[in-house]
């Protein structure tokens, strides 16, 4: 079992490495940022998040890399000395080889491609191990309000039996986040969602993962998602309090339980659970976790 030191430790180099990825970044650098030797930064990086920590680092700067070619209008070369390549050249193999094609394909057509997304280990370790007794306690405090969304498509990856994001990532992984944050027609960021009957074809799962596009998204579906049209509706939106990343697990159960509880009809209306996907947004401690849930007007 990984001690709360270790994690912490690997915790904080994320972060060196999330506020230092336009700066040259040292071994050194990271193990004072964590208080342990280099060598040992080095193996429980590895062991933690499953990659070394200049391969983590390089994947990462790629991904932002890419983001900057798909929404600027940028040189190749530009982008390639701002993330601290040595060369053009050498950006180019790199990027080839995370992602498939060139640098300059990709700025010129921008398909959805697989980014390195990565997650707070902190956040995943402390979830999976239930270390919750040093954090500040979890608000009770909630907010609702009634958003109207118009017609769109949902591009979205199945699964197989998922019923929740944990289920769903032992499936497909979680590779799937950076692809759905690379596409550049979203509407909104990536969401997690459970679908009604009429949009699940047999054999797959009623969780998902997927992005809302324009009504009109004539772009490449990747291979193993679909494109579905969503309709018009209105949702409901709760929004929890922020919260300490420790809480994560309990803020999500938290307010489903909510949800699962509250009267809509106090608000003039009741679920519509079969009109459209209800959603989950990717949960940030520092704004509160936000779901989703279809209504329709009390006639």
């Not at 430790?9 to 060196?16: F, I, K």
């Not at 600027?72 to 950006?91: I, Q, R, T, W, Y």
């Amino acid at each position: 079992m990984e001690s709360r030191e270790q994690i912490n430790a690997v915790w904080q180099m994320q972060n060196y490495i999330e506020g230092h990825l336009d700066e040259p970044i040292t071994l050194h650098a990271l193990a004072k940022s964590a208080g342990y030797s280099p060598w040992h930064c080095a193996r429980i990086f590895k062991e933690l998040t499953g990659k070394a920590p200049f391969e983590y680092i390089r994947m990462y700067r790629l991904s932002k890399a890419a983001m900057e070619l798909r929404d600027n209008d940028l040189k190749v070369v530009d982008v390639a000395m701002d993330f601290l390549f040595d060369s053009h050249e050498g950006f180019t193999r790199a990027f080839r080889r995370q992602f498939g094609m060139s640098p300059n394909e990709y700025k010129k057509n921008t398909p959805p491609i697989y980014l390195f997304h990565p997650w707070s280990i902190r956040e995943y370790y402390y979830w999976l191990r239930d270390m919750q007794e040093d954090a500040p306690p979890l608000s009770g405090d909630f907010f609702v309000q009634v958003r109207n969304f118009p017609k769109r498509k949902l591009l979205l990856k199945r699964g197989v039996s998922a019923d929740n994001y944990f289920s769903y990532s032992n499936e497909n992984g979680c590779d799937v986040w950076g692809l759905l944050c690379s596409v550049k027609e979203a509407l909104y960021e990536p969401v997690g969602l459970w679908l009604p009957d009429a949009l699940r074809p047999p054999g797959t799962s009623r969780y998902a993962q997927g992005v809302e596009l324009p009504e009109d998204y004539g772009g490449t579906i990747p291979e193993g998602f679909d494109l579905i049209d969503l309709p018009e509706c209105k949702m409901m939106m709760f929004q929890s309090a922020p919260y300490d990343d420790l809480h994560f697990e309990e803020a999500i159960l938290n307010l489903s339980q909510i949800i699962d509880t509250y009267d809509p009809t106090r608000s003039g209306y009741e679920w519509a659970d079969e009109a459209a996907p209800r959603f989950q947004l990717d949960p940030q401690g520092w704004r509160g976790y936000i779901e989703a849930r279809p209504v329709r007007e009390l006639p």
